[in-house]
């Protein structure tokens, strides 16, 4: 029994898989280790290595789970505009072959990872779950179609769920989970530093405060707990929307991250100014309120704990960090 985390060995899954153990929630995992590492599971904790797209695989990993937290997909926004075909194969294909496994298994409560990619450059400051939805990426498209494929299976199937749309998640809630994403500013900081280059700033001249973009960065281990919390509500069958935003309603620009990482790990470094990276919008920054009145949802590590845990897991990982 328990649930079944899709994605459950890469960063983020495994933060979800280790908030449902501290609740006291057996969790099963199922991922095919593209992006993520056997060792990032729990002694204990079951792993299916397999993609969604191999069917019998999903449907025997969903044999007895009482619901599933897919995190599990491609995850480049940048990358899924040169790839968008694999970009779709994983994040809609295999979403559709699990919902059809979960609705033959009986599986009927799903939590997903969505994304503010969904929202593509927002014409207002502060993201709702009312602001419009428009994707400007494959990848954002990919998580509004899976959003979409969870209304359909509720209705027609009975599936209970929810999204959780992800805003920029960092840190580590365990020195041993690090984020070895090859695109996202935090790893791509630390890897400059790790190996004697200058961190690099894409744009200044966007319409922010201080010319770079702005951004809202939310711990990782806040964020698995707020799965917990939507699992715990779909099981109790009480009420829940379905979408939340995992924002903090505060911005950080890109320039006041390069000043805290220089703070926390005393490293003297100033970034080199680069041009726009295309597709980054000036600002994305979303309430949390609605996440917090159900989810409770709260910002529980301040942006110096964010970059602090974030570097410790860096250093920690050693030969274990993919070149
Ligand atoms: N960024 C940067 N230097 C880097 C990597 C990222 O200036 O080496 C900027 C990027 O242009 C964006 C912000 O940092 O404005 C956050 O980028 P990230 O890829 O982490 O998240 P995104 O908001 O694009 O999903």
């Known amino acids: ?23 006291g929630i057996e969790a099963s995992v199922l991922d095919d280790l593209s992006t993520g590492f056997d060792a990032f599971v729990p002694d204990g904790v079951p792993l299916t290595k397999a993609t969604l797209l191999d069917r019998d695989a999903v449907r025997a990993a969903l044999q007895g789970v009482d619901g599933v937290v897919h995190v599990a997909g491609f995850k480049y926004a940048g990358v899924s505009v040169q790839q968008p075909l694999h970009c ?30 969904t ?7 502060l993201v709702t779950e009312q602001t419009a939805t428009r994707p400007e990426s494959p990848y954002g498209e990919s998580k509004l179609i899976g959003e979409w494929l969870l209304k359909d299976a509720g209705r027609a199937h009975g599936l209970q769920h929810t999204s959780l749309r992800y805003f920029n998640v960092v840190g580590s809630g365990t020195p041993e989970l690090f984020d070895a994403s090859p695109h996202n500013l935090f790893p791509l900081v630390f890897d400059a530093l790790v190996n004697g280059r200058t961190p690099k700033i894409f744009g200044d001249d966007y319409n922010t405060p201080d010319g770079t973009c702005v951004r ?14 939507a699992a715990l ?75 602090s845990t974030a570097w410790e897991a860096r250093q920690k990982a050693g030969d274990a960090y993919p070149a």
């Open 119 to 125: 929202f593509g450059t927002p014409d207002v400051d």
């Open 233 to 307: 509500r779909l099981a109790a069958g009480e009420s829940i929307e379905p979408v939340y935003n995992l924002g903090s309603g505060a911005g950080s620009s890109v320039r006041q991250i390069m000043d805290t990482i220089r703070d926390v790990t005393g490293i003297p470094f100033e970034p080199e100014m680069h041009p726009r990276r295309p597709g980054d919008p000036d600002q994305i920054v979303a309430t949390g309120e609605l996440a917090a009145r159900d989810l409770d949802w709260q910002m529980r590590h301040t942006l110096q704990q964010m970059v």
């Open 88 to 117: 779709y194969e994983q994040n809609v294909s295999a979403m559709v072959i699990l919902l059809q496994e979960m609705r033959d298994a009986g599986v009927d409560k799903l939590v997903f990872s969505s994304s503010a990619a």
């Open 1 to 23: 029994m328990g649930w079944l985390v899709t994605g459950g060995a890469g960063y983020i899954g495994s933060h979800v898989v280790r908030a449902f153990q501290a609740a």
């Open 216 to 229: 809202d960065y939310i711990h990782v281990a806040d964020l698995a707990e707020a799965h917990v919390a």
